[in-house]
């Protein structure tokens, strides 16, 4: 079975513009996390998702980061506008009820 | 509140031989799942282990082996016989029962050197 499919692997872009992650679960799973990973804060959980449902989003940084899981195989992250300090590696994890967590490789995010 | 404390920052062994990696975890509840991933250069989060706080067995696969002791709130991970492969930040985790989230320690940089 295929892992947790994250895309794009990196991203460059400038600040202003909107920026979309995307993460395609594995199936079967029917929970979805958003981490961003960064050298000073480590690995954060953003929002996390059942069943499509958003649970908690109280890491959601601020207004300019949205989510949403319109079925049970896809995710976006979006970003508007996009500031330099979103600069990171945002990761997109999926889980079965209480089993472990399995992540996506993760996409590479600079924002000039 | 559930903590996770990594107090290694970075470690750096010369290839072959031992090394333990310290966790240790805080948390209100008596039922709780701890974790350990490794997340090589090549950047992926992988997952090693989940223990329940229920079974406080040592654990051993391969040349991995984990310590739980609910005395001392540790789930230490020992690498025998490093390899430089091996090389990666490793992570600690808890989760609580009934809750969703993971919280995640801050990694330790582990440097094996030939």
């Known amino acids: 079975d295929a892992g947790v499919i994250q895309s794009p692997r990196h991203e460059v872009t400038e600040m202003g513009q909107e920026v979309t992650l995307r993460c395609k679960p594995i199936?079967?799973?029917?929970?979805l996390f958003w981490y961003r990973q960064t050298m000073m804060r480590g690995l954060e959980l953003l929002i996390y998702?059942?069943?499509?449902?958003?649970?908690?989003d109280s890491g959601m940084p601020e207004d300019r980061f949205s989510a949403k899981m319109p079925n049970a195989s896809f995710s976006t992250l979006k970003i508007q506008p996009s500031e330099p300090r979103d600069s990171a590696v945002y990761f997109c994890?999926?889980?079965?009820?209480?089993?472990?967590?399995?992540f996506g490789d993760g996409t590479r995010l600079s924002i000039l | 509140a559930q903590k996770v404390t990594q107090a290694q920052t970075e470690i750096s062994v010369v290839e072959k031989e031992d090394v333990t990696l310290d966790c240790v975890y805080e948390?209100?509840?008596?039922?709780?799942?701890l974790f350990w991933y490794k997340q090589p250069p090549s950047g992926e989060l992988v997952f090693l282990i989940r223990?329940?706080?229920?079974?406080?067995q040592n654990e051993i696969s391969g040349r991995y082996s984990w310590n739980f002791q609910k005395s001392t709130s540790s789930f230490n991970f020992t690498i025998t016989a490093s390899q430089v492969v091996d090389s990666a930040v490793y992570f600690c985790?808890?989760?609580?029962?009934?809750?969703?989230?993971?919280?995640f320690g801050k990694g330790t940089r582990l440097h094996i050197l030939p």
């Open positions: 948390t209100r509840d008596t039922t709780y799942y």
């Open positions: 223990r329940n706080s229920f079974d406080e």
């Open positions: 985790a808890l989760s609580e029962l009934g809750d969703d989230k993971i919280i």
């Open positions: 994890a999926s889980s079965h009820s209480n089993q472990p967590q399995h």
């Open positions: 199936s079967g799973h029917d929970y």
């Open positions: 998702f059942n069943n499509n449902v958003p649970i908690d």
